[in-house]
């Protein structure tokens, strides 16, 4: 019973985290969308330009990188180097699915450590005027803090018949 409660919780939090990232990743495009269009429309009939656009834009795609890296890791969708996968027989991908997901979640929390102290030194010397940048990549190690918290999920959750292949 414990058990089926944990998993419970664990799905019900899965499903708020998925769709807390799809909201971020549908608003991130959505500004990039904007952003560029303004762009377009600011130098094609005022020549001139957004001061900021461009490096909006490249934080944006980062934005939408990582939300979706995060929501292809959750469905078990993500790239993976695996080629033994597809002639391993169901029941072997079953138990093989907790120790590779939590291998990943072990390389992404490894990222996230690195790119958080990379992200603490950029933000300790980047001049006042370029703070706004620094703040925008603190996505980087959210981003890979994300993604190993799915992969923590899926070792803690199980495989499931649709994500065992």
């Known amino acids: 019973m414990m ?8 799905q019900r939090f899965r499903r708020l985290l998925t769709r807390t990232e799809t909201a971020l990743a549908g608003l991130s495009l959505l500004a990039l969308i904007a952003l560029t269009l303004g762009q ?3 130098r094609n009939l005022f ?12 934080h944006l795609v980062l934005y939408i990188t990582f939300f979706g ?3 292809a890791a959750d469905s078990q969708r ?5 080629s033994l996968a597809t002639w391993l027989p169901e029941h072997w ?8 997901n939590g291998i990943a979640a072990l390389v992404c929390a490894a990222l996230t450590q690195a790119a958080a102290r990379f992200w603490l030194d950029e933000w ?3 001049a006042d005027a370029e703070r706004w940048q620094a703040a925008l ?10 993604l190993a918290l799915h992969f923590l999920l899926a070792v803690l959750a199980g495989p499931t018949r649709h994500n065992a292949r």
């Open 40 to 42: 377009i429309v600011a």
């Open 47 to 58: 020549a001139t330009g957004l001061p900021v656009a461009d490096t909006l834009a490249r």
């Open 69 to 71: 890296a995060a929501l």
């Open 137 to 146: 990549n603190l996505i980087i190690p959210v981003g890979f803090g994300l």
């Open 78 to 82: 993500h790239i993976r180097i695996d």
């Open 93 to 100: 991908l079953e138990r093989l699915h907790r120790p590779l």
């Open 124 to 126: 300790r010397y980047a």
């Open 3 to 10: 058990h089926n409660r944990l998993r419970s919780g664990i």
